[in-house]
């Protein structure tokens, strides 16, 4: 008894010595609080769709801790905005504690109605800490009207797409056999995460190199403007034919353009002309038994392959310009396959002649072998690559005034603009091939250059500008 007493006596100062004060909370004033900004901006946002939320923190860094009458949106129940506290979700919320040098997330999110207007449209509310005069924030954003395709949605009749709202589509929108979609310069398709384009009948796209036809994401904040993978992409499916993108750019997807469009003939079904593909979490243009064609075209940053143009089928590729440097993704595969064959889900080999065209075209990145010529089908197999720069350990392309390894010298590859600078190797070795304007609308002189570029004196930052 007398050992256990003494073991008691030992441990019990250690308990009280481990039991906290009760904390002490003092007076709000203007000086006890502060946010993490005193301005939260949000980029445009859609109207009628709960936008992501953005984070506040309001700090705490006393001693002790506070009780804050109230924080609220001034508008309250008339806001767009609508605040998450500590799981709950309002306009308004009452007597919140926040410890001694401690701090309170608050998440906002908006709803912004229909402000029936074609240009975005300013909303303007504040978040309000009651009991104060000076610890507040002022929420602005723009409101952007568009023209939504919910659901599964079909265009079964010939439509137009003009400038001006944006479209948007939520799941899968298809245009119909037989049935023309035209969108005409300067429009923004933005699609929702899982969206997809299904092409059975025709896609015309007529932007300019000063006002593109855009297909990207529909998230704006900083941290997805540019990330890969927020939808699905485009797919061009048998029977689709005569489909024309001109000055168009397609971005931030899985793959940009999936080409299935199988005939009896060499005639190009999609051609692809100034346009830009990149950003992709699988693949740039994936093509298989298909008739493309594509000129002034930049692909670039996927995570398998540029483009991949497999199961045979035609293909020509005129003043390109593929480049997978520098890669975001760990890749093994090289940017550009052509194949005779592939390998189906159910282990059967799907094998068709190839025809395969490369000329004044970029093929660059950061692995040794960057092209790649699959024969295993043992279907006849066609290919000619001339006055191309291209990165590759292939001998047999060390021909045909190839420049092989030889480092490109873009313009900004870390900006992806991969227009080449004064000292490019790329300028004057193209051969003449009658495309007299650059992907931006350049004057090409007598002396090309390779890829989709013409480099121009002076030129500034910022290809697509």
Known sequence: MLTRRIVWLLILPLWWACTPDEEVFSELSD???????????????????????????????????????????????????????NGLSGKAFNNIKILGKDSLLVLVNGRLPVTGEVEAKRVLDYLEVVGTTRTNVVLDAWAQDASYYKGLSVIEKNETWHAGMPYVVSDSLAVAPGVTLTIKAGVEVLMQPGAKLFVLGTLITEGTPGKKVVFRNTRNDRDYREAPGQWVGIYFLEGSKDNFLNHTVIKNGEVGLRIGTPDDDDIPDVVIANCTVGNMSSDGILALTSDVYAYNTVVYNAARYLVANVAGGNYRYEHCTFSNYPSDFFREDPSVIFSDNILLANEELLTAPLQARVFNSVIWGTQKEEIEFNTEGGSSFIYQVGNSLLKTTNSLLNANNNLINTPPKFFNEFLYDYRPDSLSPLINKAKYLDIDLDNLGHQRDSLPDIGAYEWVPGQKENAEG
């Not at 506040?56 to 001693?63: Q, S, V």
Request: without cysteine; proline residues 7%; negative net charge.
């Open 31 to 85: 000086e006890s609080l502060y946010f993490s900004t005193d301005t939260l901006y949000f980029d445009t946002l859609l109207t009628t769709q709960l936008s992501p939320s953005y984070r506040l923190l309001l700090y705490n860094p006393n001693k002790n801790g506070v009780i804050v009458p109230g924080i609220r949106l001034k508008q309250l129940e008339g806001s767009p905005f609508e605040l998450t506290i």
